[in-house]
């Protein structure tokens, strides 16, 4: 079935736009699953392609690390790799030095959420 496309402008907080920016490219079809106009239709229409879809790197290294199952303690030792560690860091000094392009704020975004998400884990893999 082929849709029309029509082009829609709104107006959000800049905070807002900021944080959407890693999703762009899935702002369709999270709209269609917020809405679920069509129900089991469009669900079947919005699987999710991991190979198409702009998924950062760094959550895709935390991604892959989760679904292995990982045991309480790899949890706890968990870190994302080198390269991840030294991306984040040129953020961090871009950020200090107040010249982040919109993209790399939604990055370091992106590397806070995943951060306090780990956090919380380990928390979680300590209790246990």
Do not use: C
Not at 75 to 81: E, H, L, P, Q, R
Not at 100 to 127: C, F, G, N, P, T
Request: proline share 5%; glycine share 2%; net charge negative.
């Amino acid at each position: 079935m082929v849709r029309d496309v029509a082009q829609l402008t709104i107006q959000i907080p800049d905070e807002l736009a900021q944080r959407l920016e890693p999703l762009q490219s899935r702002l369709p079809e999270l709209l269609w699953l917020l809405l679920d106009i069509d129900g089991e239709q469009n669900k079947k229409q919005l699987k999710l392609n991991t190979q198409t879809v702009e998924i950062p790197e760094v959550y895709q290294e935390v991604l892959d690390f989760l679904i292995k199952r990982p045991t309480p303690e790899e949890i706890i030792t968990f870190k994302v790799s080198a390269r991840a560690q030294i991306h984040l860091q040129e953020l961090l000094e871009k950020n200090r030095a107040g010249s982040l392009s919109q993209m790399e704020l939604a990055q370091l975004d992106v590397y806070e959420q995943l951060e306090h998400l780990m956090i919380l884990l380990k928390a979680r893999a300590m209790e246990k």
